[in-house]
């Protein structure tokens, strides 16, 4: 983390001394020595970082070094605080400015102090890691990563010796693998098994490594463990004495003094002839695979090789031949997970009743991952089974057991051979994450905006600063650290988290590195300096602030006990003047508190969900707003002072109504929202003047736009607007009324070759030929469209080539829908919603064959069951809502001997329901 810090504020420091010199004044040269000796140290804090928990020397320095980053960083953001406030272009626009207008030398002063001090403490600083060097530099290179080396072989060997009676869930698996590798496929094959850190990937393929089947099918046998740290030419020599080990001959003597390109064609040669099995554990790099795998014959004669790994493109990598095969590793179901640790804890003996539900509360934090129920299984074996209060101490510090307790060292350092192996700019993002409260759902947009804003995202020139957040957290799900929670229906991501084991480890990390903090319901003894303040509930309010005097974030989550607006004041008065980053979804907010439009570096602030009616005029003071989340509010309009926010990239304001009507209200604009011309993601925007619409087109780096309130004449005025909108990945246009046409059929079609997103809301004459031309189009929504059955609706939808979710709510007028062969090749989701005239329903085969989900809602279905569903071979669940009670009842009574139950039988999920009181109430056949 302190290289993160590092990095981030060399780029801060370079930006800086790139103004003249007046910026700076007689400072600069300190700045310059600053930034350049931090450079040096960046260079040596990857490797120490990866090192230090074994050295509490190297510990203390690298600590040491983090301080100064981050006193650094309050230095310069100080100085932009008090010399830049109230200019109109930001801090690094005054070029000649700031010197001239400084009115106050007492403070001028007082930052020169500080910024010697810092100088002082870099050179000390460097200085002992001078001084470290020397004394410690043979045991650095050698004997250190000996012993951590030794350490990591050393889990990994405890991997191989666990008992067949301990695994549990592995046959399934293991017969998968074992068929894979003994197929008679002639030609060299790779099978890859993929997924986090202790799920038991070591595990499974030594035990079909040791299948007597398998030791039968190959002449040669061999298994390198490879790990964050290999030496190539020690591996290939480590392969060839496995190789001669097996035959029983000494190795060549020239083996031991030849080059690597010699070593890599001996074992070559010796393999070319041979059917071999070769296993690589613990491949971390696209390098290593890349140089091995230019020693791996194939002459037709069946070989494998099986490669573990926790980075998905490592194993997508290896195996790009047709026959080679990618094994995704699951964790343990519920019940493989409570026969495991019941073994483990109770040595199969059963679960004493008494202390079953405890237990399986401790289980659910294991979330399936073998190595961490064998772990606390081992912790809890040791406790009385008599004292409940033991075990319950366990549960509730939790986070204290994998916290260097000691007790479950060995999960921990497993997981953090992933945490140290991530480069620099992913450590800050990764620790970020652990300001969410435990089974958290971390929506996607939210946090890569808080990345960019706080300084995560190093900026590219040509891209998108969300585009390269977004990199970031692919990155972070390749490397087994994130899963997927849930997507958009385009398959977008929408909702991220984190095991339970590792969401403990990187709170340990985080709090150790003096990163975030988190307030509780209960006593937290608050840090000197807080950093990124996370507050899940606290009952007893805080009245002393002064350790927030450094504060960069706050985020409140599930917040109990009211955050009203007179203590959300009193917490701002006077403290976090660098607050960058305020997030209060769901506070108790009837207004904004005055001290929110001091805060000079605020760049985030988002009170989605609140009872805020007005924005004032005073938002205009907020020059460095990047991002304002209104949605949700009770705000109809914004002030024209908010023009004057020209770094604003998202601005998104207004509600949504429910399933019964689908509408949403947006937001009055002032005249000259075409000034933001920052903006990326623009909602919900009121079209009530032509003025407005011609504005849009000025707004030409949007991604997301939603309009509402459009009126027929000024659908030509937005398709002109929508021309210069090249970057576009989702539009919503909802017209004035429900019955108002949307005038969206003019010749020429906007040039929306990014659009993934599309919501048409209000009536349409027909399908505007434009939309049918969207090759990038993967969902599309129709409202209140009124479409005939006569226009061939569903035939030029079917084409568009890569739409995954359609929904047609109140759209079509027709009494019969038919879905042709060879239409709608990718659709996974389809939703017919109050289609009130529609009888009939029928699937040819060979249409939709990706088909996932189907849902009805509203619909009369006169004639029952869609015809053909029985050829949608693929779909997984049918919704029936708000249907007709005939046939609700006939699907409930369904006899099995009948024409209809054959129809639906395939399905492994049906579901009815109805809307009762703004909900769905659910039932499953």
């Known amino acids: 983390?302190?290289?993160?810090?590092?990095?981030?504020?060399?780029?801060?420091?370079?930006?800086?001394?790139?103004?003249?010199?007046?910026?700076?004044?007689?400072?600069?040269?300190?700045?310059q020595?600053?930034?350049?000796?931090?450079?040096?140290?960046?260079?040596?804090?990857?490797?120490?970082?990866?090192?230090?928990?074994?050295?509490?020397?190297?510990?203390?320095?690298?600590?040491?070094?983090?301080?100064?980053?981050?006193?650094?960083?309050?230095?310069?953001?100080?100085?932009?605080?008090?010399?830049?406030?109230?200019?109109?272009?930001?801090?690094?626009?005054?070029?000649?400015?700031?010197?001239?207008?400084?009115?106050n030398l007492k403070v001028r002063h007082h930052i020169s102090l500080q910024i010697k001090d810092i100088k002082a403490r870099v050179e000390q600083i460097s200085a002992r890691h001078q001084r470290y060097q020397s004394l410690n530099g043979t045991q650095e290179r050698g004997s250190s990563s000996s012993h951590m080396a030794n350490a990591d072989f050393h889990i990994r060997d405890q991997a191989l010796l666990i008992e067949e009676a301990q695994l549990v869930g592995i046959n399934k698996p293991k017969e998968e693998?074992?068929?894979?590798?003994?197929?008679?496929?002639?030609?060299?094959?790779?099978?890859?098994?993929?997924?986090?850190?202790?799920?038991?990937?070591?595990?499974?393929?030594?035990?079909?490594?040791?299948?007597?089947?398998?030791?039968?099918?190959?002449?040669?046998?061999?298994?390198?463990?490879?790990?964050?740290?290999?030496?190539?030419?020690?591996?290939?020599?480590?392969?060839?004495?496995?190789?001669?080990?097996?035959?029983?001959?000494?190795?060549?003597?020239?083996?031991?003094?030849?080059?690597?390109?010699?070593?890599?064609?001996?074992?070559?040669?010796?393999?070319?002839?041979?059917?071999?099995?070769?296993?690589?554990?613990?491949?971390?790099?696209?390098?290593?695979?890349?140089?091995?795998?230019?020693?791996?014959?194939?002459?037709?004669?069946?070989?494998?090789?099986?490669?573990?790994?926790?980075?998905?493109?490592?194993?997508?990598?290896?195996?790009?031949?047709?026959?080679?095969?990618?094994?995704?590793?699951?964790?343990?179901?519920?019940?493989?997970?409570?026969?495991?640790?019941?073994?483990?804890?109770?040595?199969?003996n059963g679960c004493p009743p008494s202390l079953e539900e405890v237990s399986r509360k401790i289980l659910k934090k294991c979330e399936g991952l073998p190595l961490a129920i064998v772990a606390i299984g081992g912790v809890l074996a040791l406790k009385d089974k008599e004292r409940m209060d033991e075990w319950e101490m366990i549960l509730h510090g939790f986070g204290s057991e994998v916290d260097g307790s000691g007790k479950l060292d060995r999960i921990k350092r497993i997981l953090l051979l992933s945490y140290n192996d991530l480069p620099h700019h992913l450590k800050g993002c990764l620790l970020y994450l652990s300001i969410h409260p435990e089974d958290f759902p971390i929506q996607v947009i939210n946090i890569l905006e808080k990345w960019i804003t706080l300084g995560f995202v190093e900026e590219k020139e040509g891209m998108a600063t969300t585009d390269i957040a977004m990199r970031y957290l692919k990155e972070l799900i390749n490397r087994s650290l994130i899963q997927i929670k849930d997507t958009w229906d385009?398959?977008?991501?929408?909702?991220?988290?984190?095991?339970?084991?590792?969401?403990?480890?990187?709170?340990?990390?985080?709090?150790?590195?003096?990163?975030?903090?988190?307030?509780?319901?209960?006593?937290?003894?608050?840090?000197?300096k807080v950093r990124h303040l996370a507050i899940h509930n606290f009952t007893n309010k805080p009245q002393d602030f002064s350790s927030l005097k450094c504060l960069r974030s706050v985020q409140i989550f599930r917040y109990e006990d009211p955050l009203t607006t007179s203590f959300l004041s009193k917490f701002l008065c006077g403290g976090p003047k660098f607050l960058k980053v305020l997030g209060l979804e769901g506070a108790e907010l009837d207004n904004i508190p005055k001290e929110v439009f001091k805060l000079f570096h605020l760049k985030y602030l988002n009170l989605r969900g609140t009872r805020v009616k007005i924005i004032p005029k005073s938002i205009g003071q907020l020059q460095n707003l990047e991002v304002l989340g209104l949605a949700e509010t009770n705000i109809?309009?914004?002030?024209?002072?908010?023009?004057?926010?020209?770094?604003?990239?998202?601005?998104?304001v207004g509600r949504?109504?429910?399933?019964?009507?689908n509408t949403i209200w947006g937001f009055k604009s002032p005249d000259g929202i075409?000034?933001?011309?920052?903006?990326?993601?623009?909602?919900?925007?009121?079209?009530?003047?032509?003025?407005?619409?011609?504005?849009?087109?000025?707004?030409?780096?949007?991604?997301?736009?939603?309009?509402?309130?459009?009126?027929?004449?000024?659908?030509?005025?937005l398709l002109?607007?929508?021309?210069?909108?090249?970057?576009?990945?989702?539009?919503?246009?909802?017209?004035?009324?429900?019955?108002?046409?949307?005038?969206?059929?003019?010749?020429?079609?906007?040039?929306?070759?990014?659009?993934?997103?599309?919501?048409?809301?209000?009536?349409?004459?027909?399908?505007p030929q434009w939309v049918i031309s969207l090759q990038s189009l993967s969902e599309l929504r129709l409202q209140y469209s009124g479409l005939k059955e006569d226009e061939n609706v569903i035939g030029s939808l079917g084409q568009l080539p890569n739409l995954r979710f359609l929904m047609l709510h109140r759209a079509y007028e027709g009494e019969t829908m038919c879905f042709k062969i060879g239409g709608f090749r990718k659709l996974r989701r389809l939703q017919l919603q109050q289609l009130r005239r529609l009888k009939w329903v029928r699937v040819e085969e060979g249409s939709m064959p990706s088909l996932q989900l189907f849902t009805f809602a509203g619909c009369k279905l006169m004639e029952g069951l869609p015809l053909g569903l029985q050829n949608l071979t693929g779909l997984e669940g049918l919704g029936l809502y708000d249907m007709s009670n005939e046939l609700i009842h006939k699907v409930q009574n369904l006899d099995k001997q009948s024409g209809d139950y054959q129809i639906i039988s395939h399905i492994p999920q049906v579901c009815i329901g109805h809307w009762i009181d703004g909900r769905w109430e659910r039932e499953f056949l």
Not at 656 to 661: L, M, R, V
């Open 656 to 661: 949504t109504g429910d399933y019964s009507n």
């Open 674 to 717: 075409g000034k933001l011309i920052s903006l990326e993601n623009l909602g919900s925007i009121e079209a009530d003047s032509d003025e407005i619409v011609r504005e849009i087109g000025k707004l030409i780096r949007l991604q997301k736009l939603t309009i509402t309130k459009l009126r027929r004449e000024d659908g030509k005025e």
């Open 177 to 348: 693998l074992t068929a894979k590798i003994l197929d008679d496929h002639s030609h060299l094959k790779i099978v890859s098994v993929v997924g986090m850190g202790g799920l038991g990937k070591t595990t499974l393929v030594k035990k079909v490594y040791d299948d007597s089947a398998v030791k039968k099918q190959f002449q040669s046998h061999a298994w390198i463990t490879v790990s964050q740290k290999f030496q190539f030419n020690v591996i290939i020599k480590n392969l060839i004495q496995q190789l001669y080990d097996e035959i029983r001959q000494p190795v060549p003597s020239q083996v031991e003094s030849i080059d690597g390109i010699r070593l890599s064609e001996f074992v070559k040669d010796f393999l070319k002839e041979r059917r071999y099995i070769l296993v690589l554990d613990d491949v971390w790099s696209l390098d290593f695979w890349e140089a091995i795998k230019y020693i791996l014959p194939d002459y037709n004669v069946a070989s494998r090789v099986v490669l573990t790994t926790r980075i998905a493109d490592v194993a997508s990598a290896s195996c790009l031949a047709s026959h080679d095969f990618v094994h995704k590793m699951k964790p343990l179901s519920d019940e493989q997970s409570w026969t495991l640790f019941c073994n483990r804890t109770f040595q199969s």
């Open 490 to 528: 385009d398959g977008q991501l929408k909702a991220c988290g984190l095991h339970d084991f590792l969401h403990e480890i990187i709170i340990s990390k985080s709090k150790e590195q003096s990163f975030t903090t988190t307030a509780t319901g209960y006593y937290t003894r608050w840090p000197v």
């Open 1 to 31: 983390m302190a290289e993160s810090v590092v990095g981030f504020l060399i780029n801060q420091l370079a930006t800086l001394l790139s103004q003249e010199a007046t910026l700076l004044g007689e400072l600069q040269p300190d700045v």
């Open 33 to 103: 020595f600053i930034k350049d000796e931090l450079g040096s140290m960046k260079a040596f804090l990857r490797k120490a970082e990866a090192k230090e928990d074994n050295d509490s020397q190297l510990q203390e320095w690298v600590k040491q070094v983090r301080e100064v980053a981050y006193d650094t960083e309050d230095v310069l953001d100080d100085f932009a605080f008090q010399f830049a406030r109230g200019q109109t272009d930001g801090f690094c626009g005054y070029v000649g400015k700031i010197y001239s207008s400084i009115k």
């Open 720 to 767: 002109s607007s929508l021309l210069r909108l090249t970057n576009l990945q989702e539009l919503d246009i909802q017209s004035i009324k429900e019955e108002e046409t949307l005038d969206l059929q003019h010749f020429f079609p906007p040039r929306l070759g990014f659009l993934r997103v599309l919501h048409l809301r209000g009536h349409l004459e027909r399908v």
């Open 636 to 652: 109809t309009e914004l002030p024209v002072e908010i023009l004057k926010l020209r770094k604003l990239r998202v601005l998104v």
